[in-house]
């Protein structure tokens, strides 16, 4: 079921315990493997995850590639017992524009100030306000 909290509650909680997670998206069958990053609104107010997406059967440090995707897309998200480092060789920067603004989560670089990293009960807090700002206005 797309547009399910849990996945969005699932992917930043992933994000800030840098676990893996597989995803399937648009009703396909077939998982998916990321490092998501990142979770936050863009201009025209869509949830976007941006994740390092793993190739199939790669292996490595360059295994991969950069990725972004409407959270609306994603049919489901499972928690893997991997965990992964942020990717800031691979590309991954924390102070981009679009993350200034609608973050709902990131995952901790160690570039950012502790009064800047979201906390478990600050991203469920952001979570519950935009599930009851988009219900009101729908």
Known sequence: MAN???TLIT???AILKKNCVAIRCDGRSRLVTIEPHAVYTDSDSNIVVDFYQHRTGGA?????FWNSLAWR????????NT???PRLRQGFNPDLDKYQTGLLAI?????RSRNN?????????SIDRLFLDSQ???
């Open 60 to 64: 490595g440090p360059q295994d991969g």
């Open 11 to 13: 992917l930043t909680k």
């Open 83 to 85: 965990l992964f480092s």
């Open 4 to 6: 399910n909290p849990n």
């Open 136 to 138: 009101a206005s729908g």
């Open 107 to 111: 995952v901790d670089s160690g570039g």
């Open 117 to 125: 990293i979201m906390h478990w009960e600050n991203v469920e807090a």
């Open 73 to 80: 897309k994603i049919n489901a998200v499972f928690w893997l």
